[in-house]
């Protein structure tokens, strides 16, 4: 096998001065030592939607003027959630009571309907559910 002769090529003079001039640039500056990025964890985005949450929750407190107009507003829907709260098992007890009495004159019509009364009472549950 022969041997190849290998010859670097010359490098530039000018190459050469501006590699130095930039070397001696570098020397110069302060050398800052950056930290590898790290992945975030799912603990760590779950705190930081909690705290912008918690943020724009504050930011609104704080800039929510009251107004009259709004206060009365606030007092009456305030007053109906109260009595809806309140009378609620009253209606519920009257709507039982009138659905018995309804029942009892359906089966007395109807005597072949005994059988669907669990039918019937599950039938009026839903449909109080949904209204």
């Known amino acids: ?9 010359p490098i530039e003079e000018e190459t050469e001065i501006e ?6 640039e570098i020397k110069d500056e302060p050398f800052e030592i950056e930290e590898p990025k790290v992945r975030k964890s799912p603990k760590d985005y779950i705190l930081e939607r909690r705290s912008q949450r918690l943020a724009k929750l504050e930011e609104e407190r704080l800039n929510n003027n009251f107004d009259d107009d ?9 007053v109906a959630k109260e009595l809806d709260k309140r009378l609620k098992p009253l209606s519920e007890t009257l709507g039982n009571q009138s659905f018995q009495q309804e029942l009892q004159e359906v089966l ?4 072949g309907l005994k059988g669907k009364r669990r039918l019937l009472r599950n039938m009026h549950k839903h449909i109080l559910i949904r209204h």
């Open 108 to 111: 007395t019509t109807y005597p």
């Open 70 to 78: 709004e206060d009365e507003n606030d007092l009456q829907t305030i």
């Open 19 to 24: 590699v130095a001039e930039n070397e001696e």
């Open 1 to 9: 096998m022969e041997e190849k002769n290998i010859t670097p090529e």
